[in-house]
């Protein structure tokens, strides 16, 4: 099993930024893949960002392509998204997502079977 758990979100204006976390739990090392999607009032679950557990090139939406970067840190137990340039576009619950075994990493939710809780990101104009 895996346990995901988001950092608190935040509020800022059009052009600011936020770091979103989220903290990873469970059987860490059997992770392929770690992503974080969002889901707006009213719209399907989108994929924002993917990376491979043990590194690689990650793979983004194009909206938000030169303004998001995920990462991850050394123990892989911690799993980022730096958002800059936000857009009241980006307004979302923003949510982690885990998947073991082998395969391409996707920004596809089904891909995916472990989720954290979500977390709100507020973008004002």
């Known amino acids: 099993q895996v346990q995901l758990m988001e950092s608190v979100g935040g509020s800022v204006q059009t052009g600011g930024s936020l770091r979103l976390s989220c903290a990873v739990s469970g059987f860490v090392s059997s992770i392929n893949c770690m992503a974080w999607f969002r889901q707006a009032p009213g719209k399907e679950r989108e994929g924002v960002a993917t990376?491979?557990?043990?590194?690689?090139?990650?793979v983004y939406a194009d909206s938000v392509k030169g303004r998001f970067a995920i990462s991850q840190d050394n123990a892989k137990k911690t799993l980022f998204l730096q958002m800059r340039s936000l857009k009241p576009d980006d307004t979302a619950m923003y949510y982690c997502?885990?998947?073991?075994?082998?395969?391409?990493?996707?920004?596809?939710?089904?891909?995916?079977?472990?989720w954290g809780q979500g977390t709100q990101v507020t973008v004002s104009s």
């Open positions: 990376i491979y557990s043990n590194g690689g090139t990650p």
């Open positions: 997502a885990a998947v073991l075994g082998p395969g391409v990493c996707l920004l596809v939710s089904r891909h995916y079977n472990y």
